[in-house]
C-alpha cells in the first residue's frame, strides 16, 4: 500500500489548517505565559 | 501495518509541499515539551490520598522528583541508541513509536496514581514516557533538513521551538483538566493523565501519518547548492559510528554541554535570584512572571537564531553565544548592585534565548560537518551533551551557592561567584567552538559503504 497515492499537489486549504492545529494551542500556550509574565510589570 | 510505517511507503510523491512537515514535527514536539511542565502534577501527587492535605501515606516530593529525572535520563539513552534505527525505519515508524511511548506511558502512570503504586510511574512517564521522548526528539530533525538544504537551521529551529512551546501548553492545560475533573474524593490527576494521554497520542501520530521524506535527488524548486562552497558545510556524508572517531563530535558535544549548563544553572535559579537581588520590590508572583518571561525568550530563541544561523553561518552564531553570552553573565551582578531591574530582566531575557538557540541549532551544526544523510543519528548521540548538562548545571550552582554562603557570603551576592564561573565555562565553549575544522576526507563514507546499506549515494544528488 503506498499511502501518498495522490500525485496532485498538496491543497493550499490543508497547508492552512494543519499550520493553524499547530498555531492555535502554541498561541494559546504563549498567551497564558505572557499573562503570568505580566505580572512582573504590574 | 509495518508496512505502511515503512520507510519506502513513506517516500513523498510528486506535488508534496514540504510546508507540511514543519507542522508535522511541530505536533510531537508541541506534545513531548509537555516534560518541562512536569512539576505543575507535584503538589496534586503529593495529595492523592489525603486530597485536600497531604496523609501520612501520600508520596513525597523527593519520592515524586525521580519521575522527571528518569524521563530525562531515558530521554537522552533513547535519542543515543534509538537514533542508528531511525535511519534505518524513518521518521515514520519512529514517531509513531514514539506516539505510543509517550501516550502510553501517561495511561501507565494513571494506573500508577490509580492503583497509588509509584513503580508504575517511574515506569509510565519515567521509562517508557521518557523513551517516546528521546524518539520524539530526533525523529523529524534530519527529515526537516533533507526538506530544507536551502534554509537548514530555520526548519529544525521551527521544530525544536515546540519543544520549548510545549510546555507552554502543557502546564496550563494540565491545570484545566484538573480543576475540571478534582472533587471531594479525587485530586483529579488520574483523569487528567488519561485524557492528556490521549491527546497526546492522537497528536503525535497525525505529525506521523503526515510526515514524508523526500524523493532522491529531490531539490527545492529552483534551488542550486551554492557554487562556491563554504568550507564548513560539507556535501558528503559521515556515518554514525564514524563520527564518534572524529574530534568534532566530541568539540560540538563540548560546544552543546558548556552552553546548555550554562544556561539550565542560571535559569534554575532564576526565580530566588530576582527575588533576592530586588528584595522587596519582586513578589513571588512576579518572580513567577520572570520565569514565565524567560521560558519565551527561551522559545523565540529557538527560531530566531537557529534561523539567522543560515545567514551567519553555524560556527558564528555560537560565537556569538559563547562571547556574547560571557559578557552578558559577568554583567548580571553588576545590574543587581546598581538595582536596574529592567536591564535585569533584559540581560536574562538574552541569556535564555541564546540557551534556546543552542538547542535548535546544533542540527545544523551538525549537518554541516557530517552531511545529511545520518544527522539524525549522530544528533541523538549528541544529545547525551544535555543529560550531561542538566546533571552538572543545577548541582554546579547549588554547589557554589551554598559553599559562598557557608563562607558568610551574603545570600543576594552569592551569585556573583556563580555568574563569573558559568562565564568561565561559556570561554572555555568559545575555545571548543574555535578548534572546529571540517572533518578530515578519511571518515567520510564512500560509494560502496553506502551499496552496503541502500544502494544510495545520496552525494551524488549534491551533483544536480
Not at chain 2, 23 to 49: K, M
Not at chain 2, 451 to 457: C, F, K, M, R, V
Request: hydrophobic share 50%.
Amino acid at each position: 500500500m503506498n499511502n501518498s497515492e495522490s500525485s496532485k499537489s498538496s491543497s493550499p486549504w490543508l497547508l492552512a489548517v494543519f499550520w493553524l492545529y499547530v498555531l492555535i494551542p502554541l498561541s494559546w500556550g504563549v498567551w497564558s505565559t505572557l499573562k503570568k509574565a505580566l505580572a512582573l510589570f504590574g | 501495518m509495518s508496512g505502511f510505517f515503512s520507510k519506502q511507503h513513506s517516500v513523498a510523491q510528486p506535488g508534496y509541499s514540504r510546508w507540511l512537515v514543519p507542522p508535522a514535527a511541530l505536533s510531537v514536539h508541541l506534545c513531548i515539551g509537555q516534560a518541562y511542565a512536569f512539576s505543575v502534577f507535584n503538589d496534586p501527587l503529593t495529595r492523592v490520598i489525603g486530597v485536600a492535605s497531604s496523609a501520612p501515606d501520600d508520596w513525597k516530593l523527593t519520592t515524586l522528583g525521580w519521575i522527571f529525572s528518569l524521563a530525562i535520563v531515558f530521554l537522552g539513552l533513547s535519542a543515543a541508541f534509538g537514533g542508528k534505527w531511525l535511519e534505518k525505519v524513518g521518521p515514520r515508524l519512529t514517531m509513531f513509536v514514539a506516539a505510543c511511548c509517550f501516550g502510553g506511558g501517561f495511561l501507565i502512570s494513571a494506573l500508577g496514581v490509580h492503583l497509588h503504586e509509584i513503580w508504575l510511574i517511574y515506569l509510565g512517564y519515567g521509562v517508557i514516557g521518557g523513551i517516546g521522548l528521546g524518539l520524539g526528539y530526533v525523529s523529524p530533525v534530519s527529515t526537516l533538513i533533507k526538506w530544507f538544504p536551502d534554509r537548514r537551521g530555520m526548519a529544525t529551529g521551527m521544530a525544536i521551538m515546540g519543544f520549548g512551546g510545549g510546555a507552554m501548553i502543557g502546564a496550563p492545560l494540565s491545570v484545566l483538566l484538573m480543576d475540571h475533573f478534582k472533587s471531594a474524593e479525587s485530586v483529579g490527576v488520574v483523569q487528567t493523565f488519561l485524557v492528556m494521554g490521549g491527546l497526546y497520542f492522537c497528536s503525535m501520530l497525525i505529525g506521523a501519518l503526515t510526515i514524508r521524506i523526500p524523493p532522491p535527488n529531490w531539490q527545492p524548486a529552483g534551488w542550486t547548492p551554492p557554487l562556491v562552497q563554504n568550507k564548513m558545510i560539507t556535501d558528503k556524508h559521515v556515518h554514525i559510528d564514524q563520527a564518534l572517531k572524529t574530534p568534532q563530535f566530541y568539540l560540538l558535544w563540548l560546544v552543546l554541554c558548556l552552553n546548555v549548563t550554562a544556561g539550565i544553572g542560571v535559569l534554575g535559579q532564576a526565580s530566588v535570584m530576582i527575588q533576592e537581588m530586588f528584595k522587596g520590590s519582586v513578589t513571588p508572583a512576579s518572580a513567577a512572571g520572570f520565569v514565565g518571561l524567560l521560558s519565551l525568550f527561551n522559545m523565540g530563541g529557538r527560531f530566531f537564531w537557529s534561523s539567522a544561523s543560515d545567514y551567519l553561518g553555524r560556527k558564528n552564531t555560537y560565537f556569538i553565544f559563547f562571547a556574547v553570552g560571557a559578557g552578558l553573565y559577568s554583567t548580571i551582578p553588576t545590574m543587581g548592585m546598581t538595582g536596574n531591574m529592567a536591564l535585569f530582566v533584559l540581560l536574562y531575557a538574552l541569556i535564555m534565548s541564546m540557551y534556546g538557540g543552542g538547542f535548535s541549532t546544533i542540527p545544523a551544526y551538525l549537518a554541516d560537518i557530517f552531511g545529511t544523510r545520518f544527522v539524525g543519528g549522530i544528533h541523538g548521540r549528541l544529545l547525551t551533551a544535555w543529560s550531561t548538562a542538566g546533571v552538572l548545571g543545577p548541582v554546579l550552582v547549588n554547589y557554589i551557592r551554598e559553599y559562598q554562603i557557608s563562607q558568610g557570603v551574603a545570600k543576594a551576592d552569592a551569585y556573583n561567584v556563580t555568574m563569573y564561573i558559568m562565564a568561565g565555562l561559556l570561554v572555555v565553549g568559545f575555545i571548543a567552538n574555535l578548534s572546529i575544522r571540517p572533518v578530515h576526507e578519511k571518515h567520510h563514507m564512500k560509494h560502496g559503504d553506502f551499496d552496503e546499506l541502500d544502494g544510495i549515494y545520496p552525494a551524488d544528488d549534491a551533483d544536480h
